[in-house]
């Protein structure tokens, strides 16, 4: 299982080494986006509507916008000054509570956390210090350079740290819409729901719950594989090379050449010798 964090945990003076580990993993099955012309997967740039132009990375700059296109440019250097200041910091346990005590509406993400070297024996103690009591531990740690409110309880034998919101990211219950405070509710039907409720109370047995849609959705993609329902992508037309300097030069010199015979005037015309005889005439009459 790849680690993708090693640090910490702390709780009094007790300090575990422990690498984490995703526990989850999205199974959703992602669709790209041809174009239908000749099946060709879309391209997506990052352009700026003003320049009219494509930007590079580099020239992209952080910023936070407090007000309607007005905006706090954040240097990566100010950045990069606070993930210091947080880097060394481990996973800090700061209370221990009841688990009943969290909404499930917190919970965000679970990781798997085990013992790192020479940290078994404290990874234990923790581990059946938490069962014994029954209690889980709120802690602080950093995860992808920002820090995380977790819990750090047990799962069948592993502990795992698993990532609460803080309660201002908890939207306030009052806000949501068309909630009747009181609906006067008829006795024979609630008992009726209730004996339904009953009827229909089980174990929880995560196996028996399946992603129907994605199962669906795979064997139709299989079933239009295997029928050789499918198609490739064109391939990319190949760039012109780019043009040399002899050539840019080359085709310079026959602009200018073509727009000085276009501006050039034309010469006179020689008089003809009829028109000079009649002006001969006119001058000998005289």
């Not at 309880?153 to 740290?161: C, E, F, M, P």
């Not at 409720?197 to 139709?220: G, H, I, N, S």
């Amino acid at each position: 299982m790849h680690t993708m964090w090693k640090g910490t945990i702390s709780f009094g003076l007790v300090n575990i080494p422990v690498k984490m580990h995703a526990a989850t993993e999205n199974k959703d099955i992602k669709l790209r986006q041809l174009h239908k012309e000749c099946q060709s997967p879309i391209k997506y740039e990052k352009t700026c509507p003003v320049c009219d132009k494509e930007v590079e990375n580099d020239d992209i700059v952080k910023a936070y916008e407090y007000a309607k296109n007005k905006f706090v440019i954040l240097e990566e250097e100010e950045l990069k000054a606070l993930r210091k200041e947080q880097e060394d910091k481990s996973v800090e346990i700061v209370d221990f509570v009841d688990l009943e005590e969290i909404d499930p509406i917190y919970f965000e993400k679970t990781y798997f956390l085990s013992p790192n070297e020479g940290g078994g024996k404290a990874y234990g103690l923790l581990r059946s210090a938490l069962t014994d009591t029954g209690k889980i531990g709120i802690a602080k740690m950093i995860i992808r350079s920002k820090e995380q409110l977790a819990v750090i309880r047990v799962y069948k034998n592993t502990l795992v740290a698993e990532t609460i919101h803080y309660p201002d990211e908890v939207r306030d219950v009052q806000d949501v819409p068309n909630v009747p405070d009181e609906v006067k509710t008829d006795e024979k039907e609630l008992e009726t729901a209730k004996m339904l409720v009953e009827q229909l109370t089980t174990e929880f047995t995560p196996e028996k719950y399946t992603d129907e849609y994605r199962t669906a959705l795979m064997e139709l993609i299989e079933e239009k594989k295997n029928n050789k329902d499918y198609t490739a992508a064109a391939p990319a037309p190949e760039g012109k090379p780019a043009p040399d300097a002899a050539t840019n030069l080359m085709d310079a010199l026959q602009a200018s050449l073509d727009r000085a015979k276009k501006d050039k005037p034309k010469p006179s015309q020689p008089k003809s010798k009829t028109k000079e005889k009649t002006v001969k005439k006119k001058k000998a009459a005289t």
